[in-house]
C-alpha cells in the first residue's frame, strides 16, 4: 500500500519561511517522479514544484521560481519543498504527490496523492 504523508505545514507570516516534507512508502521511491501540488479554497489543484526520480532535474511554477525549492533524499524517502518570502496568496492545502512517469508538471500524470497540510500566510 502506497502511502505519501505530509508535513511542516502551519501559520507563517507574510515573508516568512516553511519546510514541508513527505514521507513515501509501499513503492520504489528512486524510481518515482515527485511533486508538490496546492489547492486554495474555490479554486483548483495547481502545480507548484517538481523533482526527477534523477535529483539533477526541477521544474517550478511561475509564482514559486526563486522562492521555493524542491529537493529529495532517496535514502530517505523523502522528498521536501523549502517556502521562503511567503505570500498570502500562497495560503492553501498542499499536496505531495508520486508517479511512475515524468516530469510531474500536471496533475494528471499522479499515480499517487498525500493526504495534504494546510499552509496559511497571515498578511
Known amino acids: 500500500q502506497v502511502q505519501l504523508v505530509e508535513s511542516g505545514g502551519g501559520l507563517v507570516q507574510a515573508g516568512g519561511s516553511l519546510g514541508l516534507s513527505c514521507a513515501a512508502s509501499?513503492?520504489?521511491?528512486?524510481?518515482?517522479?515527485m511533486g508538490w501540488f496546492r489547492q486554495a479554497p474555490g479554486k483548483e489543484r495547481e502545480f507548484v514544484a517538481a523533482i526527477s526520480w534523477n535529483p539533477g532535474n526541477t521544474y517550478y511554477t511561475d509564482s514559486a521560481k526563486g522562492r521555493f525549492t524542491i529537493s529529495r533524499d532517496n535514502a530517505k524517502n523523502t522528498v521536501y519543498l523549502q517556502m521562503n518570502s511567503l505570500k498570502p496568496e500562497d495560503t492553501a492545502v498542499y499536496y505531495c504527490a508520486a508517479a511512475r512517469t515524468g516530469p510531474l508538471t500536471r496533475a494528471t500524470r499522479v499515480d499517487y496523492w498525500g493526504q495534504g497540510t494546510q499552509v496559511t500566510v497571515s498578511s
Open positions: 509501499g513503492l520504489t521511491f528512486s524510481s518515482y517522479a
